[in-house]
T-cell receptor
């Protein structure tokens, strides 16, 4: 089955700098790659996604890149702010994605230093 | 807007006890999920359900039962709590289908003494 690896368990950046979180996946049939944010003591909420028919998507300060050949996708947070500090989870859809089952990475703790 | 509610927020159980966690959503979502979150291990799928009365095992189903008697609710039972077990159980729902994101509940924090 699908395996998603999140390469950075912790990432520290200075406020205003960019942060990049990288993920890889194993299933070439995966077609949907969402990202979720978990702030301290709270549950996860959706932040941005990308589908396999594009290789880049931007929403304000968030950019997602997808490299299908390398089976790699990444979340770029530009001009980081203290409120960006959280755990970020990447996910990839299951083979037979009509079901929409997602496989999650282990999470990256992002710390933005003021 | 809709809401997904998990009860209880905190659960303290004893070793060997059967414990039930509940989840309700009013999005009219077809698909519901139960995940376990352990520190450093991300989210692991326990059970999911694509419609009322449907149950599908996830990667971590051993030691758990689930029930989807209504479209709006999905419950999870820990069949025999393990001593010193500590985890967060997250319920989620989605419309279902290839490109649907999840809405998560706020979680149930379990501690077994």
């Amino acid at each position: 089955g699908e395996k998603v690896e999140q390469h950075e368990s912790t990432l520290s950046v200075r406020e205003g700098d960019s942060a990049v979180i990288n993920c890889t996946y194993t299933d070439t049939a995966s077609s949907y790659f969402p990202w979720y944010k978990q702030e301290a003591g709270k549950s996860l909420h959706f932040v941005i996604d990308i589908r396999s028919n594009v290789d880049r998507k931007q929403s304000q300060r968030l950019i997602v890149l997808l490299d299908k050949k390398a089976k790699r996708f990444s979340l770029h947070i530009t001009a980081t702010q203290p409120e960006d500090s959280a755990i970020y989870f990447c996910a990839a859809s299951d083979r037979g994605s009509a079901l929409g089952r997602l496989h999650f990475g282990a999470g990256t703790q992002l710390i933005v230093i003021p | 807007g809709g809401i997904i509610t998990q009860t209880p927020k905190f659960l303290i159980g004893q070793e060997g006890q059967k414990l039930t966690l509940k989840c309700q959503q009013n999005f009219n979502h077809d698909t519901m999920y139960w995940y376990r979150q352990d520190s450093g291990k991300g989210l692991r799928l326990i059970y999911y359900s694509i419609t009322e009365n449907d149950l599908q095992k996830g990667d971590l189903s051993e030691g758990y039962d689930a029930s989807r008697e209504k479209k709006s609710s999905f419950s999870l039972t820990v069949t025999s709590a393990q001593k010193n077990e500590m985890a967060v159980f997250l319920c989620a729902s989605s419309i279902g289908g290839a490109y649907s994101d999840y809405t998560f509940g706020s979680g149930t924090r379990l501690l077994v003494i």
